[in-house]
């Protein structure tokens, strides 16, 4: 491949992005659109995501959602907000929240549907428009870490698009790799608290 990544990470990112969402109607209906746009990526990045997508054209759409709720609703451990890995439910994550939902605002944008802001997708559609989604997927890659790992436990095609994403990013330092394993020994901390205040950021960049 001889493009730059500024070239093509956001197309990845996007690709990413739309296959780790829930596999609605219009998620579905991007599948052949996704599939001619990673012919322009390097092949690390889009083998893996050719791998999910043809989970996802194989499969029938009825199936492929009750098969996505079970794992990403059901399994902790296969969380796709990147602060539980760190923060759990303590008050901790709902400050690493504010963090991230301040990341939409500087960029002008901000998160939809009641999503929290450090779901995975949405920092995959902040990266693709501005750097700092990089940067957060970078400094959350324990949590990228860990979820690969349940995920290729499960032996889940979701594992590949993870797997992309951390293609895409510096290579973890010994300090995440360590702390990956202790999470990995432990799980996240538990502290039931109200994250109510976090759960939304409104279509103007604001906080509700």
Known sequence: MTTEP???RPVAARAASLLLRYPDEEVLA??????????????????PLRQVLTHCEATAPGELRAAYVQL???RRRC????????CGDTRRRGEALVGFA????AAGLAVVDGELPDYLPALLDL?????????????NRVGLDLLAESLGREES?????????RTMLPAPRPADLAAALR????????????LEPYGLVDTTGGRR
């Open 157 to 165: 095609p979701y594992r590949h698009a993870v797997e992309a994403i």
């Open 127 to 139: 990266a693709a428009e501005d750097d700092t989604g990089w940067r957060l997927l970078h400094d």
């Open 183 to 194: 999470l990995a020994r432990t799980g996240p901390p538990v502290e039931e608290v109200g």
């Open 6 to 8: 500024t070239t093509w």
């Open 30 to 47: 991007a599948l052949p659109i996704i599939r001619a746009a990673l012919d322009a990526l390097p092949d690390a990045v889009a083998k």
């Open 72 to 74: 990403f609703d059901f």
């Open 102 to 105: 301040a990341a939409y605002r």
């Open 79 to 86: 969380c796709l907000h990147l602060s539980y890995y760190t």
